[in-house]
């Protein structure tokens, strides 16, 4: 599968963003997807997933109560909607999809295939 992110800005801080990933390829409802953050010199982690099936959805603490991640299997989406920015939120947000069975991966190892990212930049 290929993801394709998008949506990524400069906002400032306390407003909204909504990335999209745009998969293509295999089917995108046989994958678990994604979203992950990478900011300067700082390791690639965890944002946000959400299950093939039943829409079930997993949430870094750090987000939780500010974004919303959902998808659209018709569409082949992913979305990721980002409230209450902080500038801690900047980074560069990459989407990722899962085909691994069992429990909805929240680490890097669990995803297989990877977009190449969006620049997300909160301003204070």
């Known amino acids: 599968v290929q993801l394709q992110a998008s949506g990524g800005g400069l906002v400032q801080a306390g407003g909204s963003l909504r990335l999209s990933c745009a998969a293509s390829?295999?089917?995108?409802?046989?994958?678990?997807m994604g979203w992950f953050r990478q900011a300067p010199g700082k390791e690639r982690e965890f944002v946000a997933t959400?299950?093939?099936?039943?829409?079930?959805?997993r949430y870094a603490d750090s987000v939780k109560g500010r974004f919303t991640i959902s998808r659209d299997n018709a569409k082949n989406t992913v979305y990721l909607q980002m409230n209450s920015l902080k500038p801690e939120d900047a980074a560069v947000y990459l989407c990722?999809?899962?085909?691994?069975?069992?429990?909805?991966?929240?680490?890097?190892?669990?995803?297989?295939?990877w977009g190449q990212g969006t620049q997300v930049t909160v301003s204070s």
């Open positions: 990722a999809a899962s085909s691994q069975t069992g429990v909805l991966p929240t680490t890097l190892s669990g995803y297989s295939y």
């Open positions: 390829g295999r089917t995108f409802s046989s994958y678990d």
């Open positions: 959400i299950s093939r099936y039943f829409g079930t959805t």
